[in-house]
């Protein structure tokens, strides 16, 4: 709800406006999502009042500090959220949905297809229960870069933007918020339309559409109709697009490709973002070495791209995203 919506439905059950005031800076200034934490509420409303509807499952924290955690929905369906910390920030990785539909051949969140989308309170409940399990700490940066596809979830993936956005609810600027796709022009244009200054980052993982037609085998469009969907994403929001890379040793890590993916990138205002693939053990894919990596950098920045090596968080605490829930899929079958 937006803070207008809140305050009418506290007056709906007879409640002073003034109590949506107190509710929000419980939720969103405290963190606190337990009503019957609210002291300052009365006891009718705390016993009528639904912040979630969900509840963490399990927790896995990695050595580096990453955390993980597995949700469990008001139906029993499962998603993952993470929390990244880094000096000075923590950011969130959020899912859009429960699994996936686009199957990309590395990806574990895919491989048991769709089973549904989340609504925006589910999406934004993860991002309640990250700041729970770490103490109340505030969460300065969000991706939607978890389960699913954002953009093929775009109404409830564009309300979370704007309750994060809100300066009534979580209050983060919009520069903070990174909307991840791997590539749908037609939701693309229509995101650029929107009155959002998102960072948008594409899935590319791949310099031409032969290759890229076998990592993502469902995505649409091909490379230059996302390209094109991404120069309007620059035009109209003035922001800089990012291209994600995941490296698969022996696949899409050779000179030839960091080739063509320098020419794909100085063709948009934009930067390059590589990640090393976390291995998911039955779908026959490796990890580049370190060598591999700087090699395939070097070789951007020599082409004069803006190139960054993420730095690979969580591998030991089943990070990649769908990793979690399909290991206890599979401990439960």
Not at 85 to 105: D, H, I, K, N, W
Not at 173 to 192: E, F, H, M, N, W
Request: aromatic share 4%; hydrophobic share 40%.
């Amino acid at each position: 709800m937006t803070i207008p919506q809140l305050r009418l439905a506290v007056e709906a059950v007879s409640q002073p406006a003034y109590r949506a005031a107190q509710i929000a800076d419980w939720v969103y200034g405290k963190g606190v999502h337990a009503p019957a934490a609210m002291a300052n509420l009365p006891s009718a409303l705390r016993e009528g009042l639904v912040v979630v509807t969900s509840r963490v499952a399990e927790r896995r924290e990695s050595t580096d500090g990453t955390l993980k955690l597995l949700i469990e929905l008001s139906d029993g369906e499962q998603i993952e959220a993470v929390r990244i910390p880094a000096e000075g920030r923590a950011t969130a990785c959020l899912s859009t949905q429960v699994g996936c539909a686009f199957r990309c051949a590395f990806c574990a969140t895919g491989q048991a297809g769709l089973r549904r989308n989340l609504s925006a309170s589910e999406i934004l409940e993860q991002l309640l229960h990250l700041r729970t399990a770490c103490g109340g700490e505030r969460i300065s940066n969000v991706v939607f870069m978890g389960m699913g596809e954002p953009l093929a979830n775009y109404d409830a993936t564009v309300a979370a933007v704007r309750a994060l956005i809100d300066p009534e609810r979580f209050g983060l600027s919009a520069r903070s918020v990174t909307v991840s796709t791997l590539g749908i022009p037609k939701a693309i244009r229509r995101l650029a339309a929107e009155d959002l200054p998102v960072t948008l980052a594409i899935s590319l993982h791949a310099p031409n559409d032969a290759l890229r037609r076998r990592l993502l085998p469902r995505a649409p469009g091909t490379i230059d109709e996302v390209l094109r969907a991404a120069r309007r994403f620059y035009e109209a929001r003035h922001r800089e697009v990012t291209l994600e890379y995941v490296l698969l040793a022996g696949v899409n890590d050779t000179p030839l490709c960091a080739e063509g993916l320098a020419r794909l990138a100085k063709s948009l205002r934009c930067s390059v973002n590589l990640i090393r693939y976390n291995p998911v053990s039955p779908l026959g894919y490796d990890r580049p070495s370190q060598s591999a990596t700087k090699a395939f950098a070097a070789r951007l920045k020599g082409r004069g791209v803006n190139v960054h090596v993420r730095r690979s968080r969580g591998l030991d605490a089943d990070a990649a995203c769908g990793q979690l829930r399909t290991r206890r899929d599979e401990q439960t079958a």
